[in-house]
């Protein structure tokens, strides 16, 4: 099993930048990959950014050059760095870890103002 458990999402205005966590506990080495999504009440979750145990990274087009995401190894946590933000931004932020099985944290809520 691996547990999840997002922080750091908050209400920010247009142009900020916030700083998600995701703190990983568990069967760490079960997880080959991990992920941010975000969902709204009218979208489906969706991709946000990925991070493969070998460090290979990928973005959706709609966050890149604004969105970074890293993990430390050593503190077992993965980031999203969010800069530039814009109202569609507003979202919950969830993070993923894949392996054996998936994984999900329970969100946290990110509201950008315009």
């Known amino acids: 099993q691996v547990q999840l458990v997002e922080s750091g999402g908050g209400l920010v205005q247009a142009g900020g930048s916030l700083r998600l966590s995701c703190a990983v506990s568990g069967s760490i080495f079960s997880v080959n990959v991990f992920g941010w999504y975000r969902q709204t009440p009218e979208k489906q979750r969706e991709l946000v950014a990925t991070?493969?145990?070998?460090?290979?990274?990928s973005y959706a087009d709609a966050v890149k050059g604004r969105f970074a995401i890293s993990r430390d190894i050593a503190k077992n946590t993965v980031y999203l760095q969010m800069n530039s933000l814009k109202p569609e931004d507003t979202a919950v932020y969830y993070c993923k870890g894949a392996g054996y099985a998936d994984y999900w944290g329970q969100g946290t809520q990110v509201t950008v103002s315009s």
């Open positions: 991070i493969t145990s070998r460090g290979i990274i």
